[in-house]
């Protein structure tokens, strides 16, 4: 933004990685929840706990029928968090079995770019005894069969690879290492967060024994979570994180979440109906916001996989300027930025720079993700404003003089204060 | 980040962006100084140049800054403060006055520092060039707090 001040109205929402806008269908469907069926589901004396039941059992078949799976095999959580805590402590602890003559109690893979709500719970596995192998992946962001199968050892318990990622949007090779999986009697789980909703998913089909996934990223409340629990060839069994009335065959005690996960089974509806216009029409608008950003300036440079991405998602970073100034910029648009300068020492995604994405680079990217009501004109005016915020910022960089002038900015040497 | 008035203006209106030509033609020139402090992976850059006339006084000033608002507005500040001041003046410029003046807060204090180390270093080049100085730092660029 050149000149004029910073609008204040409600900004252009591209924010739909880290949540979404529920869907008013959503919220009439769990409205009755509140006020009129409010039983309890575990209720079995009377109509209020029924009802309840009911709304519940709805839910899980919307959720199993979105992925594939059979109703009895869908745990519910609290969120994406709890599900990827209790498949992988779960199943850790389940399985733990360290190699012939050790004290070990087992190895598990999984990939330096994870979410945190991974890489956190193996970390505390590993102060358990546990051993875990943290693959990393190559420029384009993505972790394949090959990689997972050449760190698989006799003693691996488990192995946990995203769907898709949540920063950039790339798509593992999670059938193939489902697969490899299966085959070698590993427990497989995958956090399809970003995934699930969005693109076609089967658990038969894809080779997944534990998957979790969100409601609030699908158009669905927050604060309501399932994972997927594959229950034959072969039955998957988790120790419990939570112990209490036994809701959940055991797996996840406490009162279910009715109106949540009335509210996440209709989110699984419409988006198991949508889910193809919807995939088409949103990867039509990320290609234009790419496409045109690129036309547009020299030094733009998309993050990830070019062709293995989510359709909704694009991580661009724009050379030369910096990322807290550009998100100043655009305040129009609610995005994500992939560092923050908040001290003298910046720490830019740990997501970029284990795709080997320069620092100076990771600094200056931003996150967009479209959603069910992103619109064309939203996408043009996004555009129009990122081009000028970046142009404004760059008559005023230092680097973008430099490149200009043909001199390599990683060649000088800089003294870092 | 809630950004005071006085950055925001600074950051959409910056004052005196630019340089005095190409860096190798400005490396020649004895009537000017460069200062350029930080790193692109600290997430900022500073460059400030000072045109010095023959009375000793920066008679004009140019910042370029890769870096946040708070960055850009210190360098854009120091540019207006400096301007008619003489060097000795323009060195005594502290960077708890640039905080003051554009209400940063603590995470955002070493931009401020970053602005006057640009000022220090930018005299020190031009005293360097013009043989003003008894003791030339190695690396008179760059030299940080």
Known sequence: ?417 | MAYSDKVVDHYQNPRNVGSFGASKEVKERKDIGVGIVGAPECGDVMQLQIKVSDDGRIEDAKFKCFGCGSAIASSSLATEWIKGKSLDEAAGIRNTQIVEELSLPPVKIHCSVLAEDSIRTAIEDYRKKNGLVEEVKASAEATTG
């Not at chain 1, 209020?48 to 745990?75: C, H, M, Y």
């Not at chain 1, 043009?380 to 404003?385: C, L, R």
């Open chain 1, 1 to 417: 933004m050149a000149k004029g001040s910073i609008p204040d109205q409600s900004p252009i929402y591209m924010d739909n990685a880290a949540t979404t806008r529920c869907d008013p269908r959503v919220v009439e469907a769990m409205l009755p929840y509140f006020t009129e069926m409010y039983g309890n589901a575990s209720s079995r004396n009377h109509s209020f706990g029924w009802q309840a039941e009911d709304g519940v059992d709805t839910a899980r078949e919307q959720a199993a029928s979105l992925i594939g799976a059979n109703p009895k095999e869908i745990i519910w959580t609290s969120g994406a968090t709890e599900s990827n805590n209790l498949a992988i402590k779960g199943a850790a602890r389940m399985y733990a079995r360290g190699p012939e003559g050790t004290t070990g109690r087992g190895h598990i893979v999984t990939a330096v770019h994870e979410h945190k709500a991974v890489l956190d719970p193996c970390k505390r596995l590993q102060r358990e005894g546990f051993d875990v192998t943290y693959l990393e992946p190559g420029a384009d962001g993505l972790i394949t069969a090959e990689m997972v199968s050449g760190a698989l050892r006799d003693d691996t318990i488990l192995v946990s690879i995203m769907w898709a990622n949540n920063e950039i949007g790339t798509i593992n090779e999670v059938p193939e290492i489902g697969k490899l999986c299966h085959d070698r009697e590993i427990v497989f789980h995958t956090d399809a967060t970003q995934w699930v909703g969005k693109m076609p998913t089967d658990v038969e089909r894809d080779h997944i024994d534990l998957m979790s996934w969100s409601g609030h990223k699908m158009y669905g409340p927050k604060g309501v979570g399932a994972l997927y629990v594959r229950r034959r060839r072969p039955r998957i069994r988790l120790e419990a994180l939570v112990d209490g009335g036994g809701h959940e065959r055991g797996m996840r005690s406490g009162t279910l979440n009715v109106t949540g996960i009335v509210g996440f089974g209709k989110a699984c509806e419409l988006c198991q109906a949508e889910m193809d216009a919807e995939g088409e029409r949103l990867l039509k608008l990320r290609r234009k916001l790419e496409q045109t950003l690129m036309g547009r300036m020299d030094v733009v440079a998309i993050n990830g996989h070019e062709e293995k991405r989510l359709p909704h998602l694009t991580n661009i970073s724009f050379g030369f300027v910096e990322g807290e100034s550009l998100m100043m910029g655009i305040k129009n648009i609610a995005c994500s930025s992939g560092s923050a300068c908040t001290s003298a020492s910046l720490e830019p995604s740990y997501v970029l720079k284990s795709l080997g994405v320069g620092d100076d680079l990771a600094h200056s990217s931003l996150r967009l993700s479209l959603g069910r009501w992103s619109t064309e004109a939203e996408v043009d005016e996004a555009i129009e404003s990122i081009a000028k915020a970046v142009e404004h910022l760059r008559t005023m960089s230092p680097l973008y003089d430099l490149h200009n002038e043909g001199i390599d900015i990683s060649t000088i040497e800089w003294q870092a204060h």
